[in-house]
């Protein structure tokens, strides 16, 4: 089972945010986009989607940018999940022809609803930004051993 | 979070087997298709997958056909997602330009596995056999509220 790619990537954005060393908060979406290793137009997105979350700040202007807000030091990984990736069914229950045909009163869509919650229970507790490497001194692109991509 | 189209059908296929009545247990893989609302095509991979893994019986020729084995009858949708969703991670850690960059000593990855985990214990529980709908009298098809659709 797998998390779609829009939380996927909003959750990499807010660790490289909360990652960013004191006086570099401010991030460029072209810096985000590189260090997360994504498209720019779809970093573009979530930015917006985030922002509309109060859980990063954007500023405009020459020397603006996005920064983590307050709110998106604390929020949980469950929550933006819970928030973010909305499909209804952890089963795809279509199919070509319409619904699945076992839909009505179907046992097994309830029973991997509860497992969705024990799933996201296990991330409730865990605050995205704790996820973050930023040891003394280092630079958060060393700190995140990361190999800037040329795009 | 969703699991994959593969598991998905297979779960589907064990649960139309498990609830075919005395005497008609032996299913055409076409049958099958219809019941589970796939392709046929699609439906002969997964049949062939799950034969390898003994959870159905398979005889062929003229009144041959398809039919639930003693291990499908036992079988948990939790091990069945875990040897068919094989998929490693539960985000997706890469990008087009390879590995995602928080890759290494990622302890999102990490988080998401251990709650992958307790999507699966809290179906290591459920018998999929137990999931279909068998009520005393009915057909199969009435008793899963099936609607036929012309493939």
């Not at 996927?8 to 590189?34: F, H, K, N, Q």
Request: aromatic fraction near 4%; glycine fraction near 8%; hydrophobic fraction near 45%.
């Amino acid at each position: 089972m797998r998390i779609n790619a829009f939380s996927d990537v909003s959750l990499r954005v807010l660790i490289v945010l909360a990652a960013a060393p004191a006086g570099a908060e401010v991030m460029t979406s072209t810096a985000i986009s590189v260090q997360v290793g994504t498209p720019y137009h779809h970093v573009t997105k979530i930015i917006a989607r985030l922002r509309e979350l109060d859980l990063i700040d954007v500023t405009r202007g020459r020397a603006g940018g996005v920064r983590i807000s307050p709110a998106g030091r604390r929020v949980t990984v469950g929550w933006v999940l819970r928030t973010l990736d909305t499909r209804t069914d952890v089963a795809d229950c279509t199919t070509l022809h319409g619904d699945c045909p076992l839909l009505e009163g179907c046992r097994l869509r309830r029973a991997l609803a509860r497992a969705r919650e024990a799933f996201f229970e296990e991330l409730d507790d865990i605050v995205v930004a704790s996820l973050a490497h930023r040891p003394r001194g280092g630079s958060t692109t060393q700190s995140l051993g990361l190999s800037i991509p040329v795009l």
